[in-house]
């Protein structure tokens, strides 16, 4: 039987009991400790260092997100100056743009950051799209209506001599563009006039207008973020933007600082109680994300769904904490559910809101016909991200474009045009899945440590106790045969007349010998 137990429980033992304790107490261990270490090896893995695979995903993304642009297109123009109509809505597209993002001028600084410029191309895809580029759409004027809308309350000879060059240029409050024209850029004469005649510290960065003109390729925005190689909890995380760290528009630090994520990757280890941030310039702020669901995405890879609060857009007359975003003597002009991004515009009265005015005041869409009840499947924007690494599985950035314009009466071309808010177009931006190959491992990372976890602290406390127990029936076996071979041989007695030791001989004994 002693063949079937480990050698060295056999031939040593003792020494087998201290190492089959040892490697019990090491199991319970290990099992105590092996989450944290898994941690710190992906926690490791995943900072941004140069030549790392993290570092070449993150910096040209294997990936090809989708922007979809939808159009409102107004039909009734003359009837809305003339008559006073509501203005009716013609939702066109998905216009679909087929994206390539890239890191540029990459640079890693000494205090655990590196620094770079984002380059991003569109491409249109005539076969995702419901439409073409040449498409004619009919929407506002928005470089005359923004110059009319400042002007309210400016002196009212200057806006009678806005109104004569307005008449000098025909100038109307509304546009017919193609598609391509209204986002990539077309000339405007009020902004050529503008750049003719203002000193040029105070002219526009541009020439031409189109809602994303100047963003098809690389930007001049220089972007620092955290590479989470000295602390994992910054990983991601913006530190400058344009070497400052806020944009210096809104008032405390809370509401201008750019500490937030470009939603690509964020620090890991992600609870349901996590508040994620987004920083984008064209939303002039932070966006914050909460927990709603969790979802199972491509690869059967388990993430977080992360929205933002209903009351993101809410109206500081209604939340206080949201007055930070507005300039003195703006508060009481703030709509729900908007949010005013002039000050990052030029001063052009531009409202952000979610798509179909989602979340924001009824009122805004009853104001106008042809915009269907906002559905959160189709509006609403989120997030999925894989909890332990932080990284984004897929993605809807949702927005909607809107002019807040003011009524001016004494500028002749808009005098009919009424204060409102009107839409002009929304967009979604993001991506459905991730490659396989980076689903793959991250499968694995999420899979493999649990099982790895129980395999080798269960085969270590496993071959411990095989060892510790076999030491000891060892010890015992061998302590039993010291027994035995004792009591099977006695100490022999000395030679004496009746087989007793001399000691224990009877006296008369001695006598009767005659000794």
């Not at 269960?458 to 045969?481: D, E, H, K, N, T």
Request: with cysteine.
């Amino acid at each position: 039987m002693s063949k079937k137990l480990p050698l060295i429980a056999v031939k040593k033992p003792g020494a087998a009991v201290g190492v089959g304790a040892l490697m019990v107490v090491s199991a319970g261990v290990l099992a105590a400790i092996f989450p944290q270490i898994v941690t710190f090896i992906i926690h490791k893995e995943i900072a941004l260092r140069e030549g790392g695979q993290t570092f070449g995903w993150w910096r040209a993304p294997p990936v090809t997100p989708q922007m979809h642009v939808y159009i409102y297109n107004v039909t009734n123009a003359d009837e809305f100056l003339n008559e006073g109509e509501k203005p009716a809505l013609q939702e066109l597209g998905p216009y679909v743009y087929l994206e390539k993002w890239e890191k540029v001028n990459v640079k890693f600084n000494d205090n655990g950051t590196v620094s770079y410029n984002v380059k991003k191309t569109f491409t249109f895809s005539e076969e995702l799209s419901v439409g073409s580029e040449d498409d004619l759409v009919v929407v506002p004027n928005i470089p005359m209506l923004s110059a009319t809308s400042q002007s309210a309350n400016a002196a009212r000879f200057l806006r009678l001599a806005m109104a004569s060059i307005m008449d000098i240029l025909k100038i109307k409050p509304f546009v017919e563009v193609s598609v391509g024209q209204l986002l990539w850029g077309y000339e405007d004469p009020l902004l050529k006039l503008a750049k003719d005649v203002v000193p040029k510290d105070q002219t526009l960065p541009y020439d031409q207008f189109g809602l994303m003109y100047g963003k098809n390729g690389t930007t001049n925005d220089n972007y620092t973020i955290f590479t989470g190689a000295s602390d994992i909890t910054k990983y991601g995380l913006l530190d400058k933007w344009n070497g400052k760290d806020g944009l210096g528009h809104w008032l405390s630090p809370h509401c201008d600082s750019v500490m937030g994520s470009d939603g690509s990757i964020f620090p890991p280890s992600i609870t349901k109680h996590t508040v994620l941030k987004i920083f984008d310039k064209d939303l002039c702020r932070v966006m914050p994300l909460v927990y709603k669901q969790d979802v199972m995405t491509s690869n059967n890879v388990p993430g977080y769904r992360f929205v933002p609060p209903v009351d993101v857009f809410a109206s500081p007359k209604r939340i206080a904490s949201q007055k930070c975003f507005y300039p003195p003597g703006t508060v009481e002009t703030s709509i729900e559910g908007t949010f005013n991004v002039s000050l990052c515009q030029y001063d052009s009265p531009v409202l952000l809101s979610f798509p179909h005015f989602y979340l924001a005041d009824p009122e805004l869409r009853n104001n106008v016909t042809g915009i269907s009840p906002p559905d959160p499947d189709k509006h609403q924007f989120f997030l999925d991200v894989q909890p332990t690494m932080g990284t984004a599985l897929r993605a809807r950035a949702r927005i909607q474009i809107n002019l807040a314009v003011t009524q001016v009466v004494d500028i002749k071309q808009v005098a009919s045009f009424p204060s409102i808010v009107f839409p002009i177009m929304w967009f979604e931006d993001g991506i459905d899945a991730l490659p396989d190959e980076m689903t793959g491992l991250m499968k694995i990372a999420v899979e493999l440590p649990p099982v790895a976890r129980v395999a080798v602290c269960a085969g270590l406390g496993v071959v411990g106790l095989v060892v510790l127990i076999g030491a000891l029936m060892c010890l015992a076996r061998a302590a039993s045969r010291q027994e035995k071979l004792h009591l099977s041989n006695p100490i022999p007695p000395s030679k004496g007349t009746n087989g007793l030791s001399p000691a224990f001989q009877h006296p008369t004994a001695k006598s009767l010998s005659g000794k």
